[in-house]
């Protein structure tokens, strides 16, 4: 068990986190754990059976107005017009050089008003930059504070939720689809959404039941709590990208291979930087002959020349292998390609081969 210090922002769940023994770490601002059993035992849990996840520090704003789907659509990728009532959409928020500014899911939680589900790091800036973008037909709210997240997430998920809810309409829930249901007498919003790439589902809720709910969850037997360290190599085995790591300002989401979460037939904030530009690196993912793994920041070679940068590295507790991502130029980003990956002092070179997403 650690302590973070006191200027880092907690989460509701903090206290749960130290009773069960968690190793907490520094993330983005918040106090957050990165592991309870062990990394290789949550991410094998989650895959089998079911994970919990305090998803707290994750920021929720609501647009709503007559002008909200207009300013929405000018501001982010997807296509709100394409968006019904009760359904989600995961996109970007670019700027002028079609550049990341954040990726997101907006939700479309009534006839007049979307919810924006923001990475935790990006909270205030993304407020900034909406507000500034904003027609006086809109209105935004912040509700990052009075809002808590928990992710159920594994294939046990839909049959523990449905115990809970005390129903088998959630199982009819489809992907990016939510509904609003009563747990243990409070509203919760669930989503079949995750960043797992199992089964799964999102949960927002009034900040002060993190507890009651958290508990509920955690008595079945199927069920265990689940860190930051198993929910990096769980996205990572799913070709799941993570912003500051492998999408940023300073990419776009056609090089990171992401256009298809791109509605160019609409005009956005980007969209001509996106529709000039040829992008000569991509964003692909990559198998490492045995388990040591590169890390952030490792070079990638090939045929004695650089060609590219790893973007995030770890340990495939599934392949037993190290994996990873990187860009790299596109004449090399083929699947088959053999690389080797150096750190920055030369020190160590692994031998590895490019690979599609998903890695498993």
């Known amino acids: 068990m650690s302590v973070c210090s006191e200027n880092l922002k907690k989460t509701a769940l903090y206290g749960k986190h130290i009773e069960a023994g968690a190793r907490m770490v520094a993330f983005t601002g918040w106090c957050m754990p990165v592991q309870y059993s062990g990394i290789i035992e949550e991410h094998l849990h989650t895959r089998q059976k079911a994970g919990l996840f305090d998803i707290c520090h994750m920021g929720e704003f609501y647009v709503s107005g007559p002008s909200s789907r207009a300013d929405l659509d000018r501001l982010l990728t997807p296509c709100m017009a394409r968006l019904e009532e009760g359904k989600g959409r995961y996109g970007f928020m670019l700027n002028g050089n079609g550049g990341i500014i954040d990726d997101l899911i907006v939700f479309r939680t009534g006839e007049e008003e979307y919810l924006l589900v923001v990475n935790a790091g990006r909270v205030e800036a ?214 080797t990956l150096i750190d920055a002092k030369g020190k160590v070179e692994i031998r590895a081969e490019i690979k599609a997403f998903p890695l498993i």
């Open 126 to 339: 993304d407020k900034r930059w909406i507000r500034r973008h904003l027609s006086e037909g809109s209105e935004f709210k912040d509700s990052s504070d009075e809002t808590a997240k928990l992710d159920l997430q594994g294939p046990a998920s839909p049959g523990i939720l449905s115990e809970v809810i005390g129903s088998e309409e959630v199982k009819r829930t489809g992907r990016f689809c939510f509904s609003r249901v009563s747990m243990e007498g409070v509203p919760v919003m669930v989503s079949r959404t995750g960043y797992t790439g199992e089964d799964g589902f999102e949960l927002f809720f009034p900040v002060e039941h993190a507890g009651v709910l958290w508990e509920r969850f955690m008595s079945f037997d199927d069920v265990r709590p689940v860190g930051l360290g198993a929910r990096a190599t769980l996205r990572m085995e799913k070709g799941l990208s993570l912003y500051g790591n492998d999408i940023d300002e300073e990419h776009t989401p056609l090089e990171a291979g992401l256009a298809r979460f791109v509605c160019m037939e609409k005009d956005f904030t980007g969209r001509e930087a996106l529709l000039s530009s040829e992008p000569e690196i991509r964003l692909t993912g990559f198998v490492c002959e045995g388990r040591r793994a590169a890390r952030k920041g490792y070079n990638v070679i090939v045929n004695g020349s650089e060609a590219g940068e790893v973007t995030s590295g770890g340990f495939s507790p599934s392949l037993r292998k190290g994996i990873g991502f990187c860009y790299i130029n596109r004449e090399f980003s083929a699947p088959g390609q053999v690389i």
